[in-house]
């Protein structure tokens, strides 16, 4: 809980000191004024649930021991309920960009992306993977609807090749990936920009409590 919001809480539970420590992500310790144990009141549960008060500004975050307590109605909460103006206001919004927020895929105009390739690199050129029988048809309806929305295009020749690796979906359809790892990401001069696992973010937090925002604001008390 952020100060601001204990200041107007702060009559109704008692704080008391811990050892507790927290740090965001890039390692820098968020100070902790106190703990409490409140009564927390979401729909038709209720828990008694420990409480850390920072010396910060901003919105409150639910711990791992609160949504583990608390099962919390997603639906709702990622729910856009509004007004009737508010509703006519969007779709102002939505119509004035509605280029941004058609259903299929966006692409981006006016530039080009470039990939650096080492000087002495061979090219390669890597032959069709043999298919199963049973995905010929989905491979083949897939590679026609991405070239005719502009996704993809027909080239005669070409001096490097990659195969395409079918994904089925759960749906049953196709993803059509390119398995690029075998011809010129090998040989390119990329910038890495990995994410981290949950367990190396975990680590690096080095003891600290973990901490999620969720935008849910629960009323508490202390009967």
């Known amino acids: 809980m952020s100060e601001d919001t204990y200041k107007e809480y702060k009559s109704k539970f008692r704080i008391e000191p811990t050892s507790a ?30 409480l850390l008060i920072v ?8 711990g791992r021991d609160w949504l583990n307590k608390l099962q919390l ?17 969007l779709n102002v919004i939505l119509e004035a960009n509605k280029e941004v927020f058609k259903d299929e895929l966006g692409t981006v105009k006016g530039m080009k992306a470039k990939i650096y390739v ?8 890597f032959k069709a993977r043999p298919l199963p029988y049973a995905l010929k048809d ?37 993803r059509i990936c390119g398995d ?5 990401n090998a040989v390119s001069k990329l910038d890495n920009y990995p994410i981290p696992k949950t367990e190396d973010l975990y680590a690096t937090l080095g003891g600290g409590q973990r901490i999620y925002k969720i ?3 629960p009323s508490i008390s202390t009967n």
Not at 55 to 62: Q, S, V
Not at 81 to 86: F, H, I, L, P, T
Not at 180 to 184: A, H, I, L, P, S
Request: proline share 6%.
């Open 21 to 50: 420590k927290l740090r965001t992500y890039m390692g820098e310790q968020i100070p902790v004024i106190g703990r409490a144990i409140v009564n927390v009141n979401y729909k038709k549960e209720s828990a008694k649930l420990p």
């Open 55 to 62: 010396k910060r500004k901003g919105p409150n975050l639910l």
């Open 73 to 89: 109605d997603w639906k709702d909460i990622f729910s856009v309920v509004g007004s009737d103006n508010q509703s006519s206001d």
């Open 118 to 125: 080492d000087e002495n690199a061979v090219p390669k050129y």
């Open 138 to 174: 989905k491979v083949e309806m897939e590679l026609e609807r991405l070239e005719k929305e502009g996704q993809i295009q027909q080239v005669e020749f070409s001096d490097w090749a990659a195969p395409i690796v079918p994904v089925v979906k759960e749906n049953g359809s196709i």
């Open 180 to 184: 690029y790892k075998v011809t010129v």
């Open 215 to 217: 935008g849910f604001k």
